[in-house]
């Protein structure tokens, strides 16, 4: 199985490149002549992002490539802020979106081993706002797998709810869309569910249990959740653009109020591509970190077990993919490309993406 393995951090890019991967660690930079990458396909890479910075398709971007536990390319184009002239560093802190929903998943997997939270058991059970006709069928399985009839979101705008709780106590109580377990529908609204039912379970916040959980032990020092406006990290964060017919549009910016109020299970994290490849090497080797076994190999299983064919955001259209005889599945939060026909064997690639143009595979 090939042994590549990239992450990349891109800013409002719409096309990102995937490539094959596992196996990671962060190292000094190697020769890519020794490994059966050439240095002339890492270059035409950097060449392809920066065609997207030259066309304006993109305001920033920065790409990370690994192989067999070195690292082959590290380069970044662009700007992290445009009006101030900042250009986009190496680990440049990114609002990673949706690549932050198998980090909550892995925190609910914890909950899981530890007997305190249950795959078939009613989320009723735990948060009391499903408890009603609408909502009680939902199980901890379903919102794990995007298979609860859940909408994608119940917001309007980031601030609409004071907590989490609040949040995810509105869907439960307008129910689900359709039958739960009838059909993949990918939904933010169900992954923030998972997010309420850790903090639930554990009796503490979700980012406090995800930072002394996972973030610490897997040496993800540089990032964060994006709530705290003390935070003096969040104003090296690239700043966020909305396309629009003229250009660029400046959203956000780092100095500016937190973009999130409080943590959410379907996104809120913050974090850059040597961490982000820090967590996906845990997942690659078993759920080992060193010599420590953070996450247990079953819940590594559970969330990369083949439940759905992954679709596109609310649509029943399967996702495409450019690997030629590979099919997109979608497990416990995690994306899987298998070999059609083969979807029982190992996965060739994992990993997630965010919709700020982010992914790791």
């Known amino acids: 199985m090939p042994r590549f393995f990239l992450v990349s951090l891109c800013l409002a890019i719409t096309s990102p490149i995937n490539v094959l991967?596992?196996?990671?660690?962060?190292?000094?930079?190697?020769?890519?002549?020794?490994?059966?990458?050439?240095?002339?396909?890492?270059?035409?890479?950097?060449?392809?992002?920066?065609?997207?910075?030259?066309?304006?398709?993109?305001v920033g971007a920065e790409l990370l490539v690994l192989h067999k536990g070195q690292t082959l390319y590290h380069e970044s184009f662009g700007y992290s802020d445009r009006e101030d002239k900042r250009r986009w560093q190496n680990n440049t802190l990114c609002n990673i979106r949706s690549m932050t929903k198998p980090i909550t998943s892995a925190a609910a997997q914890i909950l899981i081993d530890r007997n305190l939270l249950h795959l078939d058991d009613p989320v009723a059970k735990y948060l009391k706002s499903f408890d009603n006709d609408e909502s009680k069928s939902i199980t901890v399985r379903q919102v794990l797998t995007h298979r609860s009839g859940l909408p994608l979101t119940n917001l309007t705008k980031p601030d609409q709810y004071s907590s989490l709780t609040d949040q995810v106590a509105a869907g439960g109580g307008k129910g689900p869309e359709f039958e739960p377990g009838s059909k993949f529908w990918y939904s933010d609204l169900g992954t923030d569910v998972v997010g309420a039912l850790v903090e639930k379970v554990s009796g503490e916040p979700l980012h406090d249990f995800v930072k002394r959980e996972l973030l610490d032990p897997l040496g993800m020092s540089s990032?964060?959740?994006?709530?705290?406006?003390?935070?003096?990290?969040?104003?090296?964060?690239?700043?966020?653009?909305?396309?629009?017919?003229?250009?660029?549009?400046?959203?956000?910016?780092?100095?500016?109020k937190p973009f999130y109020p409080f943590a959410w299970g379907s996104q809120t994290i913050y974090s850059t591509t040597t961490d982000y490849a820090k967590f996906l090497r845990m997942m690659m080797n078993g759920g080992r970190v060193g010599d420590r076994q953070l996450l247990s190999a079953a819940a590594v299983s559970r969330m990369l077990a083949p439940v759905s064919r992954a679709k596109m955001m609310q649509s029943d259209t399967l996702a495409p993919t450019e690997f030629r005889n590979l099919e997109v599945y979608y497990g416990q939060m995690m994306v899987t490309y298998r070999v059609i026909g083969k979807e029982k064997e190992k996965p060739v690639v994992i990993g997630h993406s965010g919709s700020d143009g982010t992914c790791a595979w």
């Open 21 to 58: 991967g596992q196996n990671i660690q962060t190292t000094a930079p190697a020769a890519a002549s020794n490994q059966s990458v050439t240095s002339e396909a890492l270059e035409g890479l950097g060449r392809a992002v920066e065609h997207y910075i030259g066309k304006d398709y993109a």
């Open 223 to 256: 990032s964060l959740y994006g709530i705290d406006a003390d935070d003096k990290r969040l104003s090296q964060a690239a700043s966020l653009y909305l396309k629009v017919p003229t250009g660029w549009l400046p959203f956000w910016k780092g100095d500016s």
